[in-house]
């Protein structure tokens, strides 16, 4: 199963959020099958409404996509219990719909390691945090 980008999550005072994607060691391929040409969108949803979306470059030709990529999201400190993130990776295709390679996403509902990542967050707002997180299938 691939293994999500690891996330890094400086949430220092009120004001813009910073999340940081870094790729999967060389030794977790994105996709097994073949060469892909993977790319992340990272969705922000409030009260499960998106409320902003931004996604990564396309890597061309790679089974292991380094995403080394900052996302800055205007996040306020009060209400994180209604805030999710949604990190999609896709296999960019062109002239057809782009194939979900996996998915992750984090906040209050969220379980297992993602769930523990997004508390640890909520309790540290000035700790920058990083985790790897398995994908889910798309």
């Known amino acids: 199963q691939p293994r999500a980008p690891d996330l890094r999550t400086p949430w220092a005072g009120s004001g813009p959020r910073a999340l940081t994607l870094t790729p999967p060691g060389p030794s977790q391929p994105l996709n097994v099958n073949c060469l892909s040409d993977p790319y992340v969108k990272v969705n922000l949803y409030h009260a499960k409404k998106r409320i902003s979306k931004k996604k990564t470059h396309v890597k061309k ?6 995403f080394n990529e900052l996302f800055v999201f205007d996040i306020p400190c009060e209400g994180l219990e209604e ?3 949604e990190f999609l990776v896709l296999d960019s295709d062109r002239g057809s719909r782009n194939d979900i390679i996996g998915r992750l996403t984090l906040g209050a509902s969220a379980e297992g390691t993602a769930g523990e990542h997004w508390k640890e967050i909520c309790e540290y707002p000035r700790r920058q ?3 790897w997180h398995m994908l889910c299938d798309g």
């Open 61 to 66: 030709c790679t089974p292991n996509a380094v």
């Open 83 to 85: 805030i999710s993130i």
């Open 129 to 131: 945090i990083a985790k």
